[in-house]
Every structure is written in structure tokens, then in C-alpha cells.
């Protein structure tokens, strides 16, 4: 609170002061209607009348201006009444001096009331004034028994209203000072409080972020949910998370919230190179909020929402960027697992554990909506003597090209695997047996025409293939079935010369069930 500014500090106002002041005049006019007579004639009930009529007007003065101005300032209303006091209390002292000063305890009241209105160093000067008028009313009136003693008693008096005054104002200054110390006190516990629900916000909103973090390792789909918890701790409206593989300049993982869509494809693409996140647009900042390894975490939003970011927030933004690169490298991991469990090693393609799976689902959907599913049967041709000739490392090179020969040659839906040693496999989803066909003569063809490298690298051996080909439903009604046939076709294909594709003899059940559909057709 600023002492030049202080104002009342008790529960004064300029309608309590008016009231006050209209019963002191009230009783002024009172004691000169019942015992006017028996002030001397002259001077002293000249004074006495003008103190009194000047109180008593200026209190009509000051109702006037209340009615007027109803909220009228208290402590500038006492700074104009304070001279008119003096004047009035002076003549009043004067004329009654000889009642053994009735107005001694007027001068004390008033000066107390300065002293509880004001503070201290400014009330001393108010009770000095009135104290001078006393003194000159009550000198002027005793002038021609003045004496040492007489002097003496009324310094007395006015040390003594001084005094008072001196006290009241400490006692009301030191009132004050509590209540403002017991202000402050409430005012840094509301803050406190205010702060530690603030905490508590973040460290539920901390604690909801990582459980939905580590709710799912395959987690690319929990970004907005993130982002959304986030906003409920921290005022930003639109933002987008980042976290980026510094190495591969590439982003691993983002999410975005409250963003345009062409702002949210912008941002999502962002790379990290040579340390620079390439962000160029003028309303957007970001923020790198961790560095762990070979990844970092960049927060990004408008530029004076990341201007105005507090420690706390900032804290909160990194502890939730610790636990998207953990989440991240676990996932990393999981995938990479997961990889590997259905993958060979060796060649990169499907293994035989991946193949069932598949052919189980396949099956499935034949049986459900009537499709067609072909399974090729691939065998490497006199693949021992590649071994024996080149060594076993150089036939697992001729394995790995052979898987990449495969891929290319089949479409993205086709599943192609290594069934085992130099056997491989192609499940053909929705395709008829003459389409599986075309598609294993193709293979044949093409690993006919490439060239495998040797020991030195050079592409000099040359190896075939022979295939087997099974459909379901024209070979096979099952699995087990399937195979077998596919099997049984590769082995006809290795029997008649090998670098061939063969199918097997379509039952006679079904060429039954087909002779009979173009009888009735």
C-alpha cells in the first residue's frame, strides 16, 4: 500500500462525519439556548456565537455538498474542514476559557479523529493545527492572568492531546500494518494454492499423457488424444508435436491439433538437417524440447504462444517429450520384433510361421465369399551344385537375389515366402488357376534370364526354377489338400525335365460337376 496515498483506515465516511458534526452543533446551539446568559457580555459571547454559527454553517456546508456530490471524497473533506475547525474551536476555547476549558476534550476528539483518518506523520500536523488554535483561544482569553503555573498546565494539555494523538495514530498504523501483513498472507496462500492446483493439474495431466502413451505400442494414433490433454494445462489452441530421427533427417512421429490441414501435412513433414528444422513460416515457431540420442522432440504453435510459454509449461512440454521417445523406441522395437518374427532372414521375405497365418485367412475369405486362391510351389533346380561349386556363402547370395527376383515379379497383395532350404512359395489371393499360371511362367522366365552373382560379385551363374501350381477350388477344398497338390505338381515338374511349370490333374469330380453344368446350360 503507498503511504502517500493512504486513506481512511477505519470504516469512516463523509455521511458518519456529517452526522457527527450536526450533533456537535446540535448540542452547541443547545448550550447557548440553556446557559447563553451566563457567558460575560461582549467579546466572549461574541466569539462564542461566531464559533458556533461557524460550525454550524459549515456542517450545512458540507451537507449541501454531500447531497450534491454523493460520493464525495472523505479525506479531502477533512483537509477543507480542518481551518474552519481551528477558527471555530479557537473562538469557542476563547469564550468559555473561564469554565475550566469545556472544550479541552472537543480539541482531543477531533484530534484523535485525525489521527484515525490519516497517517501519522500527517495526523501530527492536523493536531498540531488544532492544538495552536486552542492555545491562542485559551492564551488570548487568560491574557491577564498569565502565569508560570498557568503556562505550565496548559503545555501540559497539549502534550497531553499531542500525545493521544501520537498514540491513536500508532495504534491505528500498527492495526493497519497487520491487516496488511494478514493481507499479503492470504494473498500468497491464494497464490500458493493457486500454484499447487496448477501442479496437481500437470502431474494428473503428466500421468494421463503417459498412460495413453504406453497404452499401445503401435501408437501413431493416440497423437491428437496427447495434444488434447496437453491443452487442458497449457493456453495454446493449435500446436504439433514432432519427435525426428536426427541421423535420417526424417520424422518418426507427429501429431497435430486444432491445425488447418494443409498447415497440419506442412508441419507433419518436417526434417532435421544439419540441426536446422527448415520451419520458415512467419506466424510459427518451434521449440526443440529434448535431444536424447538420435532423436529430438520439437513442439510447435503460433510464435507468441511459444513467447509467453512459462517454466512450468515447459517442464511439462519436456517431460511429455521424454516419454514420446521412450514410446518411440519401443515401438521402433515392437515393429522391428514383429518383423522378424515373420520374416527369413536371410532372403527378407515372408517365412513358412507367416505363410499359415496368411493361408489360414485366405482359405477363410474363399470359403466366406466364394473367391479363388492359387498357391505356387517354387524349387531351385540343382541347387547343391551351386553349393558345392561356389560355397555355401555364394548359394546364400544366390537365396537373397532369388527373393528379390520373386517380389518383383508379383504383385503387392501376393505373399511371397521361403518354405524352407531352397524351396520358396507365392500365395496368389483371388486369382484362377490359368492366371496362376501366367504368373509362375513369368517367375520362370525371369529367374531363367537373371544372372547371380558370384564370389567376386560378378553375375555369372545362371539357375532355373521349377514350379507347382494348385487352385482352390479346382484342385484342393482345404489347406493340407493345397499343398499337397502344389507339391505334387512341382515334383511332376522336376520328373519331366525341371525349368518348368506344372499343375496337377483336375479331379474327376470336378470335371463331373463341370460336365454337368454345360449339360444343363
Known sequence: MDPTTDTARIELNSMAFLIVRSVAAAFLVGVYLLAGNE??????????????????????????????????????????????DC???????????NWHDPFFVWVMLESMLYATVFRRARAWIYSAFLVIAFLVGHLAASMNELSVIHLLFTSMKMAAVLTIGWFVGLMIERQSYRADEAEERVDDAAELNEKLERSVSELRAIAEITEIIHSTLDFETVGPIVLETLQKVIDIPAACIFVID???????????????????????????????LGVSDEHFACLELLDHNQMIVVFCAEGEAIETLGTDDRIVLQAVAAELVVAVENSRLYK????????????????????????????????????????????????????????????????????????????????????GGEEFSVLLPETDASGAFIVAEKIREAVSLNRFPDAEGERSIHVTVSLGVANMPLHADDKESLLRQADDALYQSKATGKDRVRAPRIRLSRLDISSEGEAKS
Request: aromatic share 12%; no cysteine; proline share 2%.
Open 246 to 276: 536426427k541421423s535420417k533427417g526424417q520424422t518418426l512421429f507427429s501429431a497435430s491439433k486444432g491445425l488447418r490441414a494443409d498447415i497440419s501435412r506442412t508441419y507433419g513433414q518436417i526434417d532435421y538437417v544439419s540441426g536446422d
Open 336 to 419: 522391428l520384433t514383429r518383423r522378424l518374427a515373420i520374416t527369413d532372414e536371410l532372403t527378407d521375405l515372408y517365412n513358412y510361421r507367416y505363410l499359415q497365418q496368411r493361408l489360414d485367412d485366405e482359405i477363410g475369405r474363399v470359403a466366406r465369399y466364394g473367391k479363388q486362391l492359387s498357391f505356387l510351389m517354387i524349387d531351385v533346380d540343382d541347387f547343391k551344385s551351386v553349393n558345392d561349386t561356389y560355397g555355401h556363402l555364394v548359394g546364400d547370395g544366390v537365396l537373397t537375389d532369388l527373393g528379390r527376383v520373386l517380389k518383383a515379379t508379383v504383385r503387392e497383395v501376393d505373399v511371397v515366402a521361403r518354405y
Open 39 to 84: 457567558i460575560a457580555p461582549g467579546t466572549e459571547r461574541f466569539a462564542f456565537v461566531a464559533g458556533m454559527g461557524l460550525w454550524t454553517l459549515y456542517t450545512i456546508g458540507i451537507g449541501v455538498a454531500r447531497v450534491a456530490i454523493p460520493d464525495l471524497d472523505f479525506e479531502k473533506l477533512m483537509h477543507f474542514t480542518l481551518p474552519f
Open 87 to 97: 477558527l471555530a474551536l479557537g473562538a469557542l476555547v476563547y469564550s468559555t476559557a
